[in-house]
């Protein structure tokens, strides 16, 4: 059964950092006949889920939504099964519950930033960013 768990929220003052880890389970990431793209979303209260970062973890491409670019690193460890999301110069408009995603398409780019092309979820890690 593939499962995602994600850790690694918190509460942490503007300006500071966090790093979120998704840990995969039920396949491997070097099995590369199936192509996987990891993506990262967020929630954040009495808003729609909005795309933030995907990777593709045959060749560790990257997509970053605009809200992402320059602050936000996505990157994964294959060793490890686990996509990691870098995340500095945190705002209190990044806070959210950020919840990991899988697809078997492989491919990145804009359109792997939207919920409905994922099949499988974690349950969401909650991050808290003070003013």
């Known amino acids: 059964e593939v499962q995602f768990v994600e850790s690694g929220g918190g509460l942490v003052q503007a300006g500071g950092s966090l790093r979120l880890s998704c840990a995969a389970s039920g396949f491997t990431f070097d099995d590369y006949t199936i192509g996987w793209t990891i993506g990262w979303f967020r929630q954040a209260p009495g808003k729609e889920r909005e795309g933030v970062s995907c990777i593709s973890i045959r060749d560790g491409s990257t997509y970053y939504a605009d809200s992402a670019k320059g602050r936000f690193t996505i990157s994964r460890d294959n060793a490890k099964n686990t996509v990691y999301l870098e995340m500095n110069s945190l705002e209190p408009e990044d806070t959210a519950v950020y919840y990991c995603?899988?697809?078997?398409?492989?491919?990145?780019?804009?359109?792997?930033?939207?919920?409905?092309?994922?099949?499988?979820w974690g349950q969401g890690t909650q991050v808290t960013v003070s003013s």
């Open positions: 995603a899988a697809d078997l398409s492989g491919r990145i780019g804009s359109w792997y930033l939207f919920d409905f092309k994922y099949d499988y």
